[in-house]
């Protein structure tokens, strides 16, 4: 081993963007001086449905309080029997979950790509049975999944296609934006996104099959176009308030260009990490724009000789903003899930028989391998090139100390 430089490779602090500024100001202020913050036919909120339209071209929409309630009302919405399954990758958030459980719904976790870290569609083919009604693709990291195969599996299969692309604003699965191929899809504008207003959402859905109830499942089962309040189902106030909105579409405003810079700095960082020996890059399918939520690699820890926590410290100590993992465990093994404590320590559909879903059971050995390799490293629009190459080099220095 070679020694470790006084000096670290990356001299500067990790950069950090002014996310917010005086097109947020500008329409909270517009916002301040109306009657109403209320979203329904709300100035600003009509504005944030063009803004996103502008760039995602969906007929309905509900901008709700999160990503979490935008996979809620989507699941909702789709009146599944209790105990019914929808097939989700178990690398992602909780809000891929949450949902799916307080409908009474069994996630059913399916394995990872090794490469592309999304959802694996074997794994989703076999995970298939006579009560699956849904997949939740997770474009994660901004990766766009293969979502020519996921559209197959669930046509051969008469399954609703829900994405969630929480961490995938701007990202193209095969030129087109992600979100515009499933039945319903599911963003976040949580202050870690790509665009943020502190903590929102956007359901979204062309077909009118899939979006017309969208706004009766985030309001409270309220008819607002008619006016008539008669609740015939049992929905969630999830809505959106006029700020909130106000702030989303000034953030839409800059959809292109932070998604831009991410763009090119996580395809940089990409190329700066070919060929270094010990490190395993994601694989972004040729045709696809990744947008980088952030930017995860894999060790080849026996080529290394390290354990990983020792190599991630290399880095940090090379002043590389990195970490050793992503999150802890696939979702299954959290004691959520492990106790099965859905309910005060029960799991009603099961103790009506109407799942034998046994979460102590679930593995998924190519996740959990991952999970043990993996480095996450931030990434924003506010890096440089400069600052990016010093990261690459920083990498390949402490790689190539270990694996010369
Ligand atoms: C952030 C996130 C969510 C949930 O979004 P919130 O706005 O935090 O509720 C869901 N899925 C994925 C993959 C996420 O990263």
Redesign the pocket.
């Known amino acids: 081993m070679k020694q470790t430089s006084s000096k670290p490779i990356v001299n500067e602090p990790f950069p950090l963007p002014q996310r917010w500024g005086d097109a947020e100001i500008e329409l909270l202020t517009q916002a301040m001086r109306q009657q109403s913050l209320f979203y329904w036919k709300g100035p600003q909120t009509e504005a944030l449905y063009e803004a996103f339209r502008q760039h995602y071209p969906l007929k309905h929409l509900f901008p709700c309080s ?4 935008s ?1 809620h009302i989507a699941l909702a919405s789709l009146k599944f029997q209790p105990g019914d399954e929808i097939i989700v990758p178990c690398i ?2 909780m ?2 979950v949450l949902g799916i459980l307080h409908q009474q719904l069994v996630p059913v976790f399916v394995d990872i790509d090794p490469d592309s870290y999304n959802i694996d569609p074997g794994s989703t083919r076999r995970a298939i049975t006579p009560k699956t009604r849904a997949i939740l693709p ?1 474009h ?1 990291c901004g990766n766009p999944c293969d979502m020519d195969s996921i559209m197959t599996i669930a046509r051969e299969n008469q399954l609703v296609v829900v994405e ?1 692309c ?2 995938a604003w701007g990202a193209r699965y095969q030129g087109e934006l992600v979100g515009l191929k499933g039945d319903l899809s ?1 963003y ?3 202050d ?2 790509h665009l943020s207003c502190g ?3 956007m359901v979204a859905a062309n077909d009118d099959a899939f979006g017309l109830n969208l706004s009766k499942w985030g309001d409270k089962c309220y008819n607002r176009v008619t006016g008539i309040r008669n609740p015939d189902e049992l929905a969630l106030n999830y809505r959106m308030s006029e700020p909130l909105s106000a702030i989303c579409t000034a953030q839409l405003g800059k959809h292109d260009d932070i998604v831009e810079r991410r763009h090119r700095t996580g395809m940089l960082l990409h190329s700066l990490l070919e060929n270094i020996p010990g490190i395993i890059r994601t694989k972004i399918q040729s045709g696809d724009l990744h947008s980088f ?1 952030n930017y995860i690699f894999r060790l080849d820890l026996d080529l290394l000789g390290v354990t990983r926590s020792t190599f991630a410290a290399a880095l940090q100590a090379e002043g590389v903003n990195a970490e050793d993992g992503y999150i802890p465990d696939p979702v299954y093994r959290y004691d959520l899930f492990q106790n099965h404590n859905f309910y005060a320590g029960t799991w009603p559909i099961r103790d009506f028989g109407l799942t034998d879903m046994d979460y102590r059971k679930v593995k998924c050995p190519v996740a959990e391998e991952f999970l043990q390799d993996c480095i996450h490293m931030p990434l924003n629009e506010a890096m440089t090139e400069a600052y990016t190459e010093k990261v690459g080099l920083a990498i390949r220095t402490v790689a190539e100390r270990f694996a010369p």
């Open positions: 999160s990503g979490t309630a996979i992602t958030d809000g891929s997770v994660l969630d929480a961490q599911c976040s504008f949580n870690f996104k903590d929102g959402g939520y």
